[in-house]
Every structure is written in C-alpha cells, then in structure tokens.
C-alpha cells in the first residue's frame, strides 16, 4: 500500500508471516511516504545480510537469534527490542525460526 487507507487490526502476527526455505519475505502491514512496517519470518540458519537503513526499531516475535547493529552483536528472542539510529549499519542471524516486527522511517536522512 503506498498510504495508510485506515485503521487495520492484525489479530495474530502468525496470519501474516512468511516463513520460506529460499530467503526472507517481508510482508508490508504499513507503507506510507514516511514510515514503513513489516512482519518478517527467518527459518533457523537464513540471515538478513548487514546493511544500511533509516532510523528503525525491531521487535522480536518468536525464535531466538542476533541482531548486529553497528558492529554490536545484541542476542534477541521473544519481546526483545533493538533500536537502530539513521544510516546505522544492522542485521540479522537466525538461530531457530525467528519472527520480528520492523518499523522505520521511509528515508535515510543523514549521510
């Protein structure tokens, strides 16, 4: 969607995630000209690969995992948080079969 239309209710995350033996897929709940969420599923050993990306916060659903945010390594599992600053280097490793929620500003802004 390229702008919020209304107001949505997601009852369970698990209707929405994607979870794919050939990589992740990112399944858009929220997409306007600012801001952006996703629900990601990884299965155990696939990896979001190190990257830059606008200021975001992820929270961890289901699994256990890493998430590196800048070269710093934070172990993440169910209710965990990582908060991400503009134009910061992250990615993620799954251990087990991982479930996070991504939100994030559209653009980088700086840099």
């Given at each position: 969607?390229?702008?919020?239309?209304?107001?949505?209710l997601?009852?369970?995350w698990?209707?929405?995630?994607?979870?794919?033996?050939?990589?992740?897929?990112?399944?858009?709940?929220?997409?306007?000209?600012?801001?952006?969420?996703?629900?990601?599923?990884?299965?155990?050993?696939?990896?979001?690969?190190?990257?830059?990306?606008?200021?975001?916060?992820?929270?961890?659903?289901?699994g256990?995992?890493?998430?590196?945010?800048?070269?710093?390594?934070?172990?993440?599992?169910?209710?965990?948080t990582?908060?991400?600053?503009?134009?910061?280097?992250?990615?993620?490793?799954?251990e087990?079969?991982?479930?996070?929620?991504?939100?994030?500003?559209?653009?980088?802004?700086?840099?």
């Open positions: 969607m390229s702008t919020m239309q209304g107001a949505a997601y009852a369970n698990r209707d929405v995630v994607v979870f794919a033996s050939d990589g992740p897929r990112p399944q858009k709940v929220l997409e306007t000209d600012t801001f952006r969420a996703v629900i990601v599923g990884l299965e155990a050993g696939q990896r979001l690969p190190v990257h830059p990306a606008p200021a975001s916060a992820y929270h961890f659903l289901e256990t995992g890493w998430m590196t945010v800048d070269g710093e390594r934070f172990r993440v599992g169910p209710g965990a990582v908060v991400a600053p503009d134009g910061a280097q992250r990615g993620v490793d799954a087990t079969r991982l479930a996070f929620l991504g939100t994030q500003a559209a653009k980088v802004t700086g840099g």
